[in-house]
């Protein structure tokens, strides 16, 4: 005699699109309708399809949809570097960005030869919706004007604007004129820089802006005093023994990020040199580390979380078809005073350091 079947233990069988349909008392194209985003269903009849289709565990096919609307809800970032808090605070911005519009993305690594960095981004092609691509090589943006327009792309930090995208970039030349300024403004006219890879355009611009605030004080920049760096922390420590050992030595250093600067702290540490009473050192990206350091770095502010957001904005204006003309948009910077450079505290806000997008927050 057979047993009766235990319903129980059959497994579960995937919900239907016409599950769905029926349990919300629609037709199928009704509920096709609804998760397509069409305007042509009422808001009561969407939240009704929706929760039916919570109740009964049903999600649409991503593939077939992606078929049906040609659209895949995925954006691709590409990126230099994926390692660091000041990436992965861009790509946290990107993602939020993505997922409040009920978007994924998809990241990737890119590299520094010119063949693999157009491989990766022809790679991304009919999987991603746009692209957003951080081009802050000189040679590579080059590279990305010619692969990028068959795709809605934002190109992050590019030398100049794109013809076939929309561009968002730092100001990294007014952050690095505020910040210089500042220890100008503190008595300081001898002042070191470490630079960053020279065909890294967001170092170019940030030696431009320290040249310009010396320039402005009627100091001509001296080139003895720039020291390469390749914005990791050993090039800051290495270029800081290099600084100790000048003669006069310099009395405030500016390092053209703060990774850079950490390592140079570190130099001055082993080397039992006071900062700020000996030397003063300030930054630039304001990662999260560095207000714990002893001394705080002083630095600019550059909210990274919020380029990440605005660069998906752009792109879905341009994937929607809200405009055509390619965008420039600029993501201003603020000075941070904190007691690596020996200021009292942070003022009020008021002083020469206040010029142009990059502003000072008595806050930090």
Not at 156 to 166: H, T
Not at 175 to 199: F, K, N, Q, S, Y
Not at 315 to 324: D, F, H, Q, S
């Amino acid at each position: 005699m057979t047993e009766p079947v235990d319903r129980r233990r059959l497994p579960r069988v995937a919900a239907t699109l016409r599950d769905v349909a029926r349990a919300s008392r629609v037709s199928t194209a009704t509920v096709s309708r609804v998760f397509n985003e069409s305007p042509l269903v009422s808001v009561e009849t969407r939240d009704r399809v929706r929760e039916a289709a919570k109740r009964l565990g049903y999600w649409p096919n991503g593939i077939a949809r992606s078929l049906i609307t040609n659209r895949t809800h995925m954006l691709g970032v590409l990126m230099p570097d994926l390692h660091g808090e000041f990436f992965s605070e861009m790509i946290h911005g990107v993602d939020l960005g993505a997922r409040a519009r009920g978007l994924h993305i998809l990241v990737s690594r890119s590299s520094s030869s010119l063949e693999e960095l157009i491989g990766a981004v022809r790679s991304m092609r009919g999987r991603v919706d746009g692209l957003i691509v951080m081009a802050p090589d000189l040679e590579d943006s080059a590279a990305l004007r010619e692969c990028g327009g068959e795709v809605p792309t934002v190109f992050l930090n590019p030398d100049g604007r794109v013809r076939n995208g929309d561009t968002l970039v730092i100001a990294n030349v007014e952050g690095a004129r505020a910040v210089v300024d500042h220890l100008l403004g503190l008595g300081h006219r001898r002042i070191a820089m470490i630079t960053g890879p020279e065909r890294n355009v967001d170092a170019r611009q940030r030696r431009d802006g320290y040249r310009r605030a010396l320039h402005d004080r009627g100091l001509p920049p001296e080139s003895r005093l720039e020291f390469a760096g390749d914005f990791g922390e050993r090039s800051g420590y290495d270029a800081m023994l290099e600084i100790l050992r000048c003669e006069p030595r310099p009395t405030a250093v500016f390092a053209a990020n703060d990774c850079m600067a950490v390592g140079a702290l570190g130099a001055l540490q082993d080397q039992r040199v006071r900062v700020p009473e000996d030397i003063a050192i300030v930054g630039f990206d304001d990662i999260p580390l560095v207000r714990y350091l002893t001394p705080p770095l002083t630095t600019v502010h550059v909210d990274m979380l919020r380029f990440g957001e605005r660069a998906v904005e752009l792109l879905l204006e341009r994937t929607a078809g809200k405009r055509a003309a390619a965008r420039h948009d600029v993501l201003p910077t603020r000075l941070v005073v904190r007691g690596s450079c020996g200021a009292s505290g942070a003022g009020d806000g008021s002083g020469p350091w206040n010029r142009g997008r990059a502003s000072r927050d008595p806050r930090d």
